[in-house]
């Protein structure tokens, strides 16, 4: 990761700018391709991977992130003084609103979400008006609340804000698996339990341990020292 983000430092922001459409038609491919060809690829209830030779899989919503703030950049330098008016701001939450509906239906609410602020926070940097960004989120909490009384939103998602804002009591089920990183985390203690030595990870109790919740695999074995 350090070598490839040494390497994209150093490309000339002008080729990123040429570049950002084709990456941008890129992502939204992967995307269409997630929805129609792997759309029967279900991994835990959901369809956002496409499936390669050898056992490996590829989620294009991660380069879509990365080929949206791009084109946002090349989009918003073209827009200038125009992004704070409600005409430019609606042309930039177009660039957004394509992979946010795609990531969506796969269903992946939290990363369409993460499409979401990054562009509340370049059009705030490239100058729209509060005004019009403030009515922007009443508008987003009225459709939320719709698709909350509509049960457009599945259960689980319900029931993961419920817990959080502790509304409804946790399960072992519903919790599980916040409830096993926990343990992990705090079995590392201060030094942890040595390489390859923690429970929690090589008997396989955290869920994803190699992806989302690596960072317990870190704290079981090398304690806080290694966290920090």
Not at 31 to 48: C, E, M, N, Q, Y
Not at 109 to 132: K, Y
Not at 206 to 215: A, C, L, R, S, Y
């Given at each position: ?202 008997g396989n109790w955290v869920p994803e341990n190699q992806t989302d919740f690596i960072f317990t695999v870190i704290a079981e ?8």
């Amino acid at each position: 990761a350090l070598v490839l983000m040494y390497v994209v430092g150093g490309i000339d922001v002008n080729n990123s700018r040429r570049a950002s459409i084709v990456m941008y038609l890129i992502a939204l491919f992967g995307l269409i391709l997630v929805a129609t060809v792997f759309r029967h690829a279900d991994i835990k209830g959901a369809s956002r991977w496409i499936v390669l030779p050898g056992g490996f899989q590829l989620q294009p919503s991660e380069f879509a992130k990365i080929a949206v703030i791009v084109t946002m950049a090349h989009y918003l330098s073209q827009l200038r003084g125009r992004i704070a008016t409600w005409g430019g701001l609606m042309q930039s939450l177009i660039v957004v609103g394509i992979p946010f509906l795609l990531v969506a239906a796969q269903p992946d609410l939290t990363t369409a979400l993460v499409f979401l602020c990054i562009w509340f926070a370049m059009v705030l940097i490239a100058g729209a008006r509060w005004q019009h960004l403030t009515l922007m989120i009443v508008a987003c909490a009225l459709l939320a609340t719709f698709a909350w009384k509509s049960n457009v939103l599945r259960q689980y998602q319900k029931d993961r804000v419920l817990v959080l804002v502790g509304l409804k009591k946790s399960d072992k089920k519903l919790n599980y698996q916040s409830d096993q990183a926990a343990i992990a985390v705090g079995a590392g203690g201060f030094t942890g339990q040595g390489w390859n030595k923690g429970i929690q990870n090589t008997g396989n109790w955290v869920p994803e341990n190699q992806t989302d919740f690596i960072f317990t695999v870190i704290a079981e074995e090398s304690g806080f020292v290694g966290s920090v």
